[in-house]
């Protein structure tokens, strides 16, 4: 096992946050060596420009490079099909203690999937041509059954304000939002007064190297530019239960989803 520790399940307190604030952050559950070993895989899978790629242009968020022939027009934003990339990323998504954690959030006897849609990939933030991510809720992109998914960020280095990490409103993937809380790209709308409201409870989520930010896909989310000097690499899967069926013929369906194993937690102990 590359994420070695001691075997604990969660605790109550980690699953009452869960529910109750739609993330979760556990620390330390990649050690520095096996970070160290995806930092290396994805900035040699960067260099090479392996594909399949999303560019910071191809979103067209503020901040991003103009044109496809402009400056920065070749800073990649995600390195896509992490799981297929490598087999030690495909276990690291599906049997480790990160796939178990994601068994005990759902709390159901279904089987656990992961989509090799969303995310299962290298989410990458260049410090002179990244964008601005806005608040949205994840379900903006993917198509499911029911609005019921979770993914586990995996930071690799340090995220904070200052390198875009994510920031959350806690609690907002319980609430229903009417559709004019969202303008016509599906982004929350900072315009609005009760909006505005709600997003005086953002929260910056700080992670350090081998932290993991679990977070339902209802939870209000947004990162900033990254403003640093380096480079910021993440690595993220999404998962959802096997009776909650990606609608057939969206983006959601374009790869069949993989059956999740369970193995003992290394988590921090409670």
């Excluded at 087999?87 to 068994?103: C, E, H, Q, W, Y």
């Excluded at 990458?124 to 809720?137: A, I, V």
């Excluded at 896909?217 to 239960?241: G, I």
Aim: net charge negative; aromatic share 8%.
């Amino acid at each position: 096992m590359d994420i070695a520790a001691k075997m604990e399940t969660l605790s109550r307190e980690d699953l009452l946050h869960f529910r109750q604030m739609g993330y979760l952050v556990l620390p330390r559950m990649l050690d520095n060596i096996r970070c160290d070993e995806l930092l290396s895989f994805s900035r040699q899978q960067l260099e090479a420009l392996t594909p399949p790629l999303e560019y910071e242009v191809d979103v067209r968020y503020p901040g991003s490079p103009i044109g496809q022939s402009g400056e920065g027009s070749k800073t990649v934003r995600r390195l896509l099909e992490a799981a297929s990339r490598d087999p030690s990323l495909k276990n690291l998504g599906l049997d480790s203690p990160i796939s178990a954690v994601i068994i005990e959030l759902f709390g159901s006897e279904d089987e656990t999937l992961m989509s090799q849609c969303h995310h299962n990939c290298i989410m990458t933030k260049d410090p002179g041509f990244s964008s601005d991510t806005l608040w949205h809720q994840d379900n903006r992109y993917w198509s499911f059954e029911e609005e019921n998914l979770i993914s586990a960020w995996i930071a690799l280095g340090p995220e904070n304000s200052g390198n875009g990490g994510l920031k959350v409103i806690p609690g907002s993937h319980g609430l229903d939002f009417e559709s004019e809380c969202f303008d016509k790209d599906l982004f929350f709308r900072t315009d609005l007064i009760k909006n505005k409201t709600l997003l005086k409870n953002c929260k910056q989520v700080e992670l350090g190297k081998g932290d993991v930010l679990f977070f339902h896909s209802r939870l209000l989310h947004a990162a900033d530019r990254n403003r640093s000097d380096e480079t910021k690499v993440s690595l993220v899967f999404t998962y959802h239960l096997e009776n909650n069926l990606p609608i057939k013929g969206s983006r959601s369906d374009g790869l069949p989803s993989l059956r999740v194993g369970a193995i003992p937690l290394a988590i921090n102990a409670k």
